[in-house]
């Protein structure tokens, strides 16, 4: 692998930039690998880096059945925090909000990771309340939580109508929350891993299993079958679609969720601004558009769609609350699929299949944990124990009723 | 972002109804024998179907009342909804998740012609 610096940008200029190497090979699936990971999304790619950097397991395959990074990696609103209320959620989404601090400079690419600042707004009593709670409980576990009053939410963005139908009472602040690219976040991973051995098999796409005695020895794919001696399925919203190859079930569902964006504008909005109760996060891209999400669709689907009323509910309060926006024009919406457990936390777990490690159950909000949740999973897939961090979010989670209940602080009201 | 039948008030738009979650989840009879697993497996682990998939309605926003229905989960087309308690019908083997049954029926009517 070349490095990218200034260097290369120069010598690469003189011959028209037509002799870049190629990111990452495309190689035919080996018959063996000691680690095969079922998905190319963000969370995949750097359970391999890891795998291959940290744990020394470097025949690894990632198989992934369309294109790198086009299911929720491509498709979320690329938000970073940490600001959750339970100890075992701010171990894990803290432990990735300082992986990626140095991300960028560890992959030698550019994720273009800011952290602008997340402002999560209070509407009504009750939502002071919950910001009240979960701000100190942030604030106790190290990890930085500023209240805001309403002046102090206008004097951050200037743009917004305190008086509106959605009245803003108060703010919790995450100044080291933001947001990065999450393409690159995928590509940077997979080069990164790519150099190190890793053969990332795009167009492959996973029809069963070959499980003996109770151990899994390797996959059947769409491009013959592949012997391996772990895997790690990472397969997002179609883990339960996996799981029942493997011959059980999970405790998911899975709901689209869309998102979309404004045309390019100038800079108007330097943070991210979210909010529990009117169902809308925002914010704007460096390329000027703004990014909007909002909530899930009630039911369950994997049509990558999502409904039209949905767009209605977010977009309705962001024109209350920034009625700035009211002749912005939408360029793109898009649906992603996400798997949705019932505390909404992760399941970072082993499997009645030995050798098998499921990571799912993200929901609306993993984009924001790639790196620790690659990281995490990485080391129990390698030692065969869950790592210390993952460990609570075991699928036991679900007969012991040791859930990690974090409805209010995924940020979007489910 | 499709129609959902009521057996009650025929085809209306999704937006009128609330979803319930997978059909025909019993409860088991007799909770106090049976293991932790068991228990978590009844509350929490759901099927999740890519296809098609029994699932519970409300019409909220008009009759009020439960039905069960067919969906397909990839689509989004609704097969045939059925009253509580009734078995669910069974789509035609090569359904392609495009047509509900009401239009399948018609579509097949006119190839007859």
Known sequence: ?414 | MFLVKCPWCGWRDQTEFSYGGEAHIARPLEPGQISDQEWGDYIYTRTNTKGIHAERWVHTQACGRWFNALRHTVTDVMWDSYKMGEDAPTPPKDWDGLTCCDDHKKLAEGAKK
């Not at chain 1, 509106?164 to 933001?178: A, D, E, I, N, T």
């Not at chain 1, 919406?333 to 490690?357: C, L």
């Not at chain 1, 984009?367 to 620790?372: D, Q």
């Open chain 1, 1 to 414: 692998m070349k490095k990218y610096s200034i260097f290369a940008i120069a010598r690469n200029a003189r011959t028209h930039h037509e002799n870049w190497e190629r990111a990452w090979r495309s190689p035919d699936p080996k018959p063996h690998y000691d680690v095969v990971i079922i998905g190319g999304g963000g969370h995949g790619l750097a359970t391999a880096y890891y795998l291959a950097k940290e744990c020394g397991i470097t025949n690894v395959a990632v198989i992934e059945k369309g294109w790198l990074g086009g299911g929720n990696t491509g498709r979320n609103t690329t938000i970073v925090r940490s600001n959750y209320l339970w100890d075992e959620s701010a171990a894990l989404y803290d432990h990735a909000v300082r992986l990626w601090e140095g991300l960028s400079d560890e992959l030698n690419y550019n994720v273009m990771f800011s952290q602008r600042g997340l402002l999560h707004l209070a509407h009504n009593v009750h939502d002071m309340q919950e910001i009240g709670r979960r701000g100190n409980s942030i604030y106790m576990n190290g990890i930085d939580s500023e209240f805001l009053s309403p002046e102090q939410v206008k004097e951050m963005v200037p743009i917004i109508n305190l008086n509106c139908r959605y009245p803003v009472m108060g703010g919790l602040l995450q100044r080291r929350g933001g947001t990065a690219r999450h393409d690159a976040v995928a590509w940077g991973y997979a080069r990164a891993a790519d150099a190190m051995g890793v053969d990332i098999i795009q167009n492959c796409e996973v029809t069963g299993f070959k499980i003996e005695g109770g151990v899994v020895k390797g996959v059947e794919t769409t491009r013959g079958s592949i012997g391996a001696g772990k895997v790690g399925v990472v397969a997002a919203g179609h883990s339960s679609v996996v799981a029942e190859m493997a011959g059980f079930r999970m405790p998911l569902e899975s709901f689209p969720l869309q998102a979309f964006v404004s045309e390019p504008m100038k800079p108007i909005v330097d943070c991210v601004i979210m909010s529990n109760a009117i169902h809308a996060y925002i914010s704007q891209s460096d390329k000027g558009e703004l990014v909007i999400g909002g909530s899930g669709d009630p039911y369950i689907s994997y049509s990558q769609r999502g409904s039209f009323d949905q767009i209605e509910h977010v977009v309705g309060p962001v024109l209350e609350l920034y009625p700035i926006f009211s002749r912005v024009r939408m360029l793109r919406q898009w649906g992603g699929i996400t798997d949705v457990t019932v505390d909404r936390s992760p399941i970072m777990t082993k499997t009645p299949v030995e050798n098998m490690f499921f990571n799912c159950g993200w929901g609306t909000g993993g984009f924001k944990a790639t790196p620790g949740s690659g990281h995490v999973f990485a080391h129990s897939i390698a030692k065969g124990e869950m790592h210390p961090v993952a460990a609570p979010f075991s699928m036991d989670r679900f007969h012991t009723g040791a859930l990690i209940d974090e409805a209010a602080a995924a940020a979007v009201a489910h």
